[in-house]
């Protein structure tokens, strides 16, 4: 860790290191996929992360169990606590579940059902709130009190950033592997966590390679936050389609990274994110949530440019309800 | 190659690993898959080869690839001619494509629509047909004697079967560095190319496990042949819901190896696909295609018990149309 002025000490690229050796053998070595029809459309080279074929089915049991699993045997029995639109708690619930400790999991009321029913699934106590009148903060820390559990953060640990950071240890090696040097990776960001870690990994493989997150358009607070040198709050107050990017700013610890590694932050509308979610499932045949399309579809929409070029984008995530998935890919055609 | 009484020179795992060593690079290793929720629910371990993932999005460019790019610098330049429903017309299209040979496609009309578009994508020509009044083959043996075209047959040729069968050699050495024993392998069976190098592959590497092929219910030609001792065709004559898995019967040589490596045949009905399909969905974010599903339907229905044992299925394709696709998962639960 390091720590620069005014700032928490920061994770480095030997935690994600670190992180690695211990998800070894335990998390899922994701693909790096591409199409070759969807790069001639591009005119460039596009390849994606697949974390949608991450345990859990996103990346946030990455660090959920780099997390968890250096609780000592005492706080394993007590348990842990943790709040979560959705992909946090399964990945939090299954990581609980491998090592044997129980999980209280505060989420909205309003999540999405398939993601409240696959936490209750891996084992995990589920406690719902109203996102409106309730501070899941207090309740979480209520648990965390009365229980003695240890609370997983959702994003802003040193511990958290760098297991989700993992999948750039993981993209660096897989684009040697084939020789493919990369000019830009994106991840989907809300709070930061998964592109603080993956920039860590990536600047330190690749120092050329340019990092930027890809946020919901209004949801911007990273955007802001960068442009401002300090951590500013996104104004949106209505829930967005992409659920699990939903943090109304960056943690300390993650703005300290992004602040040092990124090359910036990009947005996507609904609409750009559908015709995403719709993209990878004609050429790539996989599942995407809202939220983990963000960075796919900035690409898409140029926000970061493809032609010519090669371009690595993370799709965080495919927990989305058949119902919602059935209506956008039957109305919206892929690029 | 070997060649038992009465039946033609049949391939051996020999020519599996040649054709494994001139995919490598080339083709995508495609990830085995698998959902801790998913297993609970079964009792048992259940592994998925996930071929929607393979360039074309199946199977089929692995022995179209092994096929051409075997061709001689004389022979790729006239270039080749297959008939297909949609997945062997992708996948050779695209071989044809990286090995610089011009391509003739032979499709019906009444295709998905997504694997006519495609297969123009690659670069082919696609010649349509009346599926109920013109033959197939005779138009193809058309373009092979004007122009000099060499066909790339759908299954039954000894360099198609054993690209097909390099699925079995990865997914027998993804299951070493895992530390799996299968007991069972199933792949879904048209003409029974897939599943003949699949059993080549993992009846030499794995003695001792059962391999199956799935069949559309009512498209049962493989499993009557084996019960039969020959080649007997399904006496149906309405196009199936699976429409990659319409071949009358097997082929000699892939009847031939059959008959030495199966242990037996199993079949699924519509509503059983529609259920794996929704199954891959939910817990696997993997999109698979009505015929591709056929073997995990099978083994969600019991026809090959997974209950406290560990099988492998091969979803074979995901070249499904986004209507279709979405008309499926809205109305149908997982298991």
């Known amino acids: 860790m390091n720590a620069p002025a005014g700032l928490p000490p920061l994770p480095t690229v030997a935690d994600v290191e670190d992180a690695a050796r211990r998800l070894r053998g335990v998390a899922v070595r994701t693909p790096l996929l591409e199409s070759p029809l969807l790069n001639e459309r591009l005119g460039g080279r596009l390849l994606v992360k697949a974390e949608p074929l991450q345990l859990t089915g996103s990346f946030k049991f990455r660090g959920a169990y780099n997390r968890i699993s250096r609780l000592s045997p005492e706080e394993r029995q007590r348990g842990v606590v943790a709040f979560s639109s959705g992909n946090h708690a399964q990945g939090t619930a299954y990581a609980a579940k491998i090592c044997g400790a129980p999980a209280v999991i505060v989420m909205p009321a309003d999540a999405p059902a398939i993601k409240i029913a696959n936490t209750r699934a891996y084992g995990a106590e589920v406690v719902l709130y109203d996102r409106h009148k309730e501070d899941r903060e207090a309740i979480g820390n209520r648990y965390a ?127 750009e994110i559908e015709t995403a979610m719709a993209t990878a499932f004609h050429y790539l045949k996989l599942v995407v949530e809202p939220g983990g399309a963000a960075a796919l579809a900035s690409v898409l929409n140029g926000k970061v440019p493809c032609a010519n070029r090669t371009v690595i984008v993370v799709a965080s995530g495919g927990n989305v309800d058949s119902a919602l998935y059935s209506t956008i890919i039957s109305r919206t055609p892929p690029v």
Request: charged share 15%.
């Open 145 to 271: 009190r009365d229980r003695g559990m240890t609370l997983v953060p959702p994003f802003n640990d040193p511990y958290i950033i760098c297991g989700q950071g993992t999948v750039g240890l993981e993209l660096t090696a897989q684009c040697a592997e084939r020789d493919i040097t990369p000019d830009a990776v994106l991840a989907p960001a809300s709070g930061g966590g998964l592109i603080s870690g993956i920039a860590l990994a990536v600047k330190s493989r690749l120092p050329d390679c340019s990092v930027y997150c890809a946020e919901p358009h209004g949801y911007d607070d990273i955007d802001q936050s960068l442009k401002a040198g300090r951590i500013v709050s996104h104004s949106a107050n209505e829930p967005t389609f992409c659920d699990a990017l939903m943090a109304p700013h960056p943690g300390d610890i993650t703005f300290g990274v992004m602040s040092q590694q990124l090359a910036g932050a990009v947005s996507a509308t609904d609409a």
